[in-house]
C-alpha cells in the first residue's frame, strides 16, 4: 500500500522494486528516482485465515525543503 492505495507488486512504478521470498517480501524505494515516491508505505498479507499489516514507513526526500528553521 502507498498512502492508502494498493500498489500493484506485478507493475511497480519507476524507483519501486519487490524482491520475493519463500513467503516473505520486500519492497526497496528510491525517493532519488522521483518526488512521486514520497509517501506513506506499508505491506499488507491476506490469505484464508486472515491479514497481516506491518507499521507504516514513512519515505521523503532530503533536501533544503525538509529542514525546519527556527
Do not use: W
Amino acid at each position: 500500500m502507498k498512502d492508502g492505495k494498493r500498489l500493484d507488486v506485478d507493475r511497480p512504478q519507476d524507483g519501486v522494486l519487490f524482491q520475493h521470498k519463500a513467503g516473505t517480501g520486500t519492497i526497496i524505494v528510491d525517493p532519488a528516482s522521483s518526488p512521486a515516491l514520497e509517501g506513506s508505505y506499508q505491506c499488507v498479507a491476506r490469505n484464508q485465515l486472515g491479514a497481516a499489516v506491518s507499521d507504516i514507513a514513512v519515505v521523503r526526500m532530503a533536501g533544503e525543503r525538509n529542514i525546519i528553521r527556527k
